[in-house]
């Protein structure tokens, strides 16, 4: 089988769904208090880029 299993799998799912309503947190506030607002398709690459930067970060520090 290929990709993360058991807790491993759970931990990245949970850790995805944070990021995922922090950002669309964060564009909330951005939509109320700064009156500007990303496209859909701009804020699913955010939240895919901070999920990558994340595991990147993550893996260099358990090396």
């Given amino acids: 089988m290929i990709g993360p299993t058991g ?11 944070i990021y995922i309503a922090w950002n ?14 990303m496209s859909m398709p701009q804020l699913v690459l955010l939240i895919k880029q901070d999920i990558q930067n994340w595991h990147m970060a993550h893996t260099l520090w358990e090396e």
């Avoid at 807790?7 to 769904?17: K, N, R, W």
């Avoid at 669309?24 to 607002?37: G, L, Q, T, Y």
């Fill in 7 to 17: 807790v491993q799998a759970s931990q990245q799912t949970e850790l995805a769904v």
């Fill in 24 to 37: 669309i947190w964060k564009e909330r506030c951005r939509r109320v208090f700064d009156n500007k607002a």
